[in-house]
């Protein structure tokens, strides 16, 4: 299956089917430490946040935690939009959208990204970052992470490396941190690079 059909199968049909079958690899039941160490010291607790292709938002209920007022959770799949909806009623900060992100349209100060960069085939790289920009207000950022590794079976997820994710971004983006990323979870150790990146 060469690459092109393969990014259009990569929709709402494919990952609210994943959900529905419960192939959701890429959730490990928590919010993983590159995330909540950042957060813990992130001053804005007024700051607008989305949480792109955010599944089962574990992020979102930390930042509830830290009172943090202003939670967008965006996701493209029904069931899990479905989910959140359930499991977030109760909480007034956290707005859940079921939308494609390339099609949404908001201000943010903060995207926080977790696996959902990894899950976009390689043809749509420039078009996410090109998005996530102007999503952005002046001088908001984009912090998470990335995969720093090729895999070897075709994917989601697809990974990559600094190098290549540097010129992708640098056209749009001031690279403050782009490294290994040193408290991963142990299944992702030495495989994720933390990224912290300002729009221009």
């Given amino acids: 299956m060469d690459n092109k059909h393969y990014a259009n199968e990569l929709d709402a049909f494919f990952w609210n089917a994943r959900w529905k079958a419960g192939q959701t690899g890429w959730d490990v039941g928590y919010a993983t430490p590159p995330i909540t160490e950042y957060m813990q010291q992130y001053k804005n607790k007024n700051a607008a946040i989305l949480i792109p292709g955010c599944g089962n938002a574990y992020e979102a209920e930390f930042l509830v935690e830290n009172d943090f007022t202003d939670i967008t959770l965006l996701d493209i799949a029904e069931e899990a939009v479905n989910k959140l909806?359930?499991?977030?009623?109760?909480?007034?900060?956290?707005?859940?959208?079921?939308?494609?992100?390339?099609?949404?349209?908001?201000?943010?100060?903060?995207?926080?990204?977790?696996t959902f960069f990894c899950a976009q085939v390689l043809e749509r790289r420039e078009e996410y970052v090109k998005k996530t920009a102007s999503l952005l207000n002046n001088n908001g950022q984009i912090m998470g992470v990335l995969f720093g590794v090729e895999f070897e079976k075709f994917g989601p997820p697809f990974g990559?490396?600094?190098?290549?994710?540097?010129?992708?971004?640098?056209?749009?983006?001031?690279?403050?941190?782009?490294?290994?990323?040193?408290?991963?979870?142990?299944?992702?150790a030495n495989s994720e690079l933390f990224i912290n990146l300002i729009k221009k």
């Fill in 85 to 114: 909806k359930e499991k977030f009623k109760l909480s007034s900060q956290i707005k859940v959208v079921c939308d494609d992100f390339f099609n949404h349209q908001q201000k943010y100060d903060l995207i926080i990204e977790q």
């Fill in 160 to 188: 990559g490396n600094i190098d290549e994710y540097k010129k992708l971004f640098e056209p749009y983006f001031t690279i403050k941190t782009i490294e290994v990323c040193y408290n991963s979870i142990a299944p992702r």
